[in-house]
């Protein structure tokens, strides 16, 4: 990539390559996030980790989409996505023509153009050289784009969140049925800005229209075992990248709700982050405050 695109945004801001959270929907991969927020990474101008901690903790957690989620890197996402008629939810047809070496340079091509521009003056305009110097994003649907991101940011550092396969496909059916009874979910500030006050599902079918396709998505998740076929195809796909090496970190949401301060700080270790003990407790903390009662199960 020419130094035109995200490396000469990164060098006008001083800003060292990215942390990128992978993992399934519903495996933890927000909370971790939100720990790294708290622990001082840099997620975006529309993160507010104060605000996260106080409005998620009063509300049902399984019906908030986008928590620790900034909505640029969304966009983006959804929007690779789309172009090759998919979804978060129904991943193969991107899956078939990612690594298409007739498809994929054009794909970086474009995403390099709209994430230069995405990051000079919206993802960044927050982020302060010297006071910060970790930045970074979760999406669960890295997991499946990371290819064309890693092309992006090279020297990235990949975190993947995971969680028992049956327990992530559980909380995915139940949010579906949850979803299904209450399809207006709620808008929580902190949380993953709506695009014009749409929900995920709006979102893609808008993007599907202007491409020709079928706006109406239907919900596959509300079939457990859709679900479980769903998360063994976000696991596989995030597991390739073990072969990064150093740049790539497993975290088991089971460890982190079991041992906060210890997760906190193989964090900082990871992702190179001086924080003291002090900031470990806070994330800690943020960890702990949580209603959830970790169920810690065998891995699979």
């Not at 139940?174 to 749409?198: D, F, K, Y």
């Not at 596959?220 to 696991?235: A, F, Q, T």
């Not at 407790?281 to 699979?300: C, E, I, K, N, Q």
């Amino acid at each position: 990539m020419g130094e035109t695109g995200v490396r000469s945004v990164l060098a006008r801001l001083r800003a060292a390559p990215p942390v990128i959270v992978i993992g399934m929907h519903r495996s933890g991969t927000s909370l971790v996030a939100a720990m790294l927020f708290q622990l001082g990474v840099y997620g975006g101008a529309d993160i507010d980790i104060r605000r996260i901690r106080s409005e998620v903790a009063a509300r049902s957690a399984a019906l908030v989409s986008g928590y620790a989620e900034s909505g640029v890197f969304f966009r983006l996402n959804e929007e690779m996505l789309a172009r090759a008629g998919a979804r978060w939810d129904d991943p193969q047809p991107f899956l078939e023509r990612r690594d298409d070496p007739r498809v994929a340079p054009r794909e970086v091509a474009a995403l390099e153009q709209r994430a230069a521009r995405e990051l000079a003056v919206g993802f960044l305009s927050g982020f302060e050289a010297g006071r910060r110097s970790v930045w970074g994003w979760k999406d669960p649907r890295n997991s499946l784009t990371l290819p064309y991101w890693l092309n992006l940011f090279p020297g990235a550092r990949v975190l993947h969140v995971r969680r028992d396969l049956e327990s992530s496909a559980q909380s995915v059916h139940r949010r579906a049925l949850q979803w299904e009874q209450s399809p207006s979910v709620e808008t929580v500030p902190g949380c993953r800005p709506r695009i014009q006050g749409m929900n995920s599902e709006r979102i893609v079918g808008a993007l599907l229209r202007r491409l020709g396709k079928d706006g109406r998505p239907s919900n596959p998740c509300l079939d457990l075992d859709y679900c479980r076929r769903l998360c063994l195809c976000y696991v596989d796909e995030a597991c390739r990248h073990r072969a990064l090496g150093s740049s790539y970190r497993e975290v088991w949401y089971d460890d982190v709700l079991r041992e906060p301060e210890s997760a906190a700080r193989e964090l900082c270790s990871f992702i190179g982050l001086e924080a003291g003990t002090h900031t470990h407790r806070l994330a800690a903390g943020y960890v702990l405050s949580r209603t959830d009662t970790p169920t810690v199960t065998s891995r699979s």
